[in-house]
């Protein structure tokens, strides 16, 4: 996705460190709300269990052409944010649930 989505419930999957918002996105409780502004996230898709999703949100056309040339060198990150060109913010997203993981179900065997 490129901007802000008109349907929100492509939201419902955002970890609890990112707001976004028409103009604006909170990312690790700092708001970022200048045209110079970009977020970049990607996130478990709001509809398909087995695919992602991704929203690059530019909050000035100008600053998307700048920071578009620049996220190829950061793929192996989970979301991004840029001021005026510089990288800001970068990390992973709190791992929710892995297959490599197996929760046991509480039952009595008796």
Not at 14 to 43: M, R, W
Not at 103 to 108: A, Y
């Amino acid at each position: 996705m490129i901007g802000y989505p008109q349907n929100k419930t492509l939201f419902r999957h955002l970890p609890d460190q990112i707001a976004i918002a028409p103009e604006s996105f909170v990312l690790n409780k700092k708001t970022y709300k200048q045209s110079s502004d970009v977020f970049l996230g990607v996130f478990a898709h709001p509809f398909s269990e087995n695919r992602i999703a991704a929203l690059f949100f530019p909050l000035s056309s100008l600053q998307a052409e700048n920071v578009a040339r620049k996220i190829t060198h950061y793929g192996k990150y989970s979301y991004l944010a840029f001021e005026n060109g510089q990288n800001q913010a970068k990390g992973f997203w709190p791992i929710e649930q892995s297959p490599l993981e197996y929760r046991w179900k509480n039952e009595r065997v008796q």
